[in-house]
């Protein structure tokens, strides 16, 4: 399906954005001035080498962080002025999060891991729901399953699975191949690239691997804090 909302809202953007990290003996400028604009239903590929600042930007854009000076907006919420509370309903509201580490509870079925989202949110009909995504991920003969019954890749569709749990419009990825070989990291990108292209979903990647930016509509490199 031909994405149609590239030229639409800005559903990320951050203008100006410093991050300084103090200690008792010296500061870390983790972020420099960081200007962007990723739009909605957008791809986009944050590369870098180690210690660039490629974390602490996808932190600022989850939420999981607030700029030391800047401005950041998120589906048109900016962030900076927000309460605690209010950026984790942000977050729960709008974001999905897949890490390097899968971060799945391992007294939990693989089902009831998806259905943890929902439980925060208080959604109805959470088992028919995580059933759906699981089957959209292709492993849903595996609901019952505990994360150490399953392989890596599958461990990671289930973290997929989970990250779309609220139905969010933004998917953040954290090094989503990185503890996977070849064919698994291959067809869990196919997967992210098919959320992107067929429901719109704004994906934002970080990654060290080149191979990796094939899949996106264009590449943001970072390096010392500052965008290139």
């Given amino acids: 399906m031909e994405k149609t909302k590239k030229e639409g809202i800005s559903m990320i953007e951050l203008t100006d954005v410093h991050k300084i990290y103090k200690t008792e003996f010296y500061e870390v400028h983790a972020l420099n001035g960081v200007t962007m604009k990723i739009r909605e239903g957008e791809f986009v590929a944050i590369m870098g080498p180690s210690g660039s600042g490629k974390s602490t930007l996808l932190n600022m854009i989850g939420c999981l962080d607030k700029p030391t000076t800047g401005e950041v907006i998120i589906n048109g919420v900016e962030t900076s002025r927000l309460s605690d509370r209010q950026l984790t309903e942000l977050r729960r509201d709008s974001i999905g999060f897949i890490f390097q580490q899968y971060n799945l509870i391992p007294t939990l079925t693989v ?89 719109s979903v704004t994906v934002v990647l970080v990654t060290h691997d080149p191979a990796l930016s094939d899949y996106t509509d264009r590449v943001v490199r970072i390096r010392d804090g500052r965008v290139e």
């Fill in 111 to 199: 089902l009831e891991n998806v259905e943890l989202p929902m439980i925060f949110r208080g959604l109805s009909e959470r088992k028919r729901r995580a059933m759906e995504l699981l089957k959209l991920v292709g492993i849903g003969e595996l609901r019952d399953r505990k994360p150490n019954e399953i392989s890596g890749g599958q461990q990671q569709r289930v973290a997929i699975a989970r990250a779309l749990a609220n139905d969010p419009p933004i998917l953040l990825c954290d090094e989503p191949t990185g503890n996977l070989d070849t064919k698994s990291g291959r067809d869990v990108m196919k997967i992210i690239s098919r959320l992107n292209e067929e429901k």
